[in-house]
């Protein structure tokens, strides 16, 4: 009954090589996240979507990019991967469509994460 | 900007025992504390979570208390087991409707021994 899904749970590739990694979810949340988690550290936030509106992190590098084409899809583009880009990708949700203001509606769910080689 | 830190890194018990890992946070209008366990190789999962309209919370053998005037709170496991071991993140948060930008603590890794 997975709820967050994210695919490839692994993926390879190679230095400079763009690479796509996804996120879908079935509980219709209006809030996608996207999470860097390199070894033994906390995940950080690069950019989150509140339904099509794309909010981006200060810190977060221009070589990743993001498109959410619907509710349930979210895509996290590399553009050109570095060895310093090789982490677990963590996607998140949140906040259920119509749910308003509802401060119980705002805990995030996350996926099982892409665990990203860079050769 | 928010930042939250989480003592101890690292930290051993045996079967039974009361584990306890402590947060700070240093932005006053933070209002939502929740507490993550994250097994290897998997995604966070909530555990607990607190806002700042209440004092304590329990389940069953997690609890997480929240001093809002220290900028404090803090996660209890209590009757320790030994599927209790992994890695717990602490974050911070201020509600505003527009999506939930979690500030993460530096994370604990629990053991607990037989």
């Known amino acids: 009954d997975a709820m967050v899904i994210q695919n490839p749970r692994y993926q390879v590739t190679q230095f400079g090589k763009p690479v796509t990694l996804s996120c879908s979810q079935t509980l219709n949340h209006n809030v996608m996240y996207w999470y860097q988690q390199k070894s033994s550290q906390a995940p950080k936030l690069l950019f989150h979507?509140?339904?099509?509106?794309?909010?981006n992190e200060a810190d977060t590098p221009d070589n990743f990019q993001s498109r959410r084409p619907n509710t349930s899809f979210c895509f996290l583009d590399i553009r050109s991967p570095g060895l310093g880009d090789a982490a677990m990708y963590l996607c998140?949700?949140?906040?259920?469509?119509?749910?308003?203001?509802?401060?119980?509606?705002?805990?995030?769910?996350f996926g099982p994460g892409t665990r990203l080689t860079v050769l | 900007g928010e930042n939250v830190e989480q003592h101890p890194s690292t930290l051993s018990v045996q079967e039974g025992d009361s584990a306890v890992i402590k947060c700070t946070y240093s932005d006053s209008a933070s209002n939502y504390f929740p507490w993550y366990k994250q097994e290897l190789g998997k995604g966070p999962q909530l555990i607990i979570d607190i806002r700042s309209n209440v004092g304590e919370k329990k389940d069953q053998r997690i609890a997480v208390t929240l001093n809002k005037t220290a900028k404090h709170f803090s996660l209890h496991i209590t009757e320790t087991q030994p599927e209790d071991s992994a890695v717990y993140f602490c974050?911070?948060?201020?509600?505003?409707?527009?999506?939930?930008?979690?500030?993460f603590g530096t994370g604990t890794q629990l053991k607990v021994e037989l």
């Open positions: 979507y509140y339904d099509k509106d794309f909010n």
């Open positions: 974050a911070a948060s201020m509600l505003t409707g527009g999506g939930n930008k979690l500030t």
């Open positions: 998140a949700t949140s906040r259920p469509l119509g749910s308003g203001t509802q401060a119980n509606t705002d805990t995030q769910y």
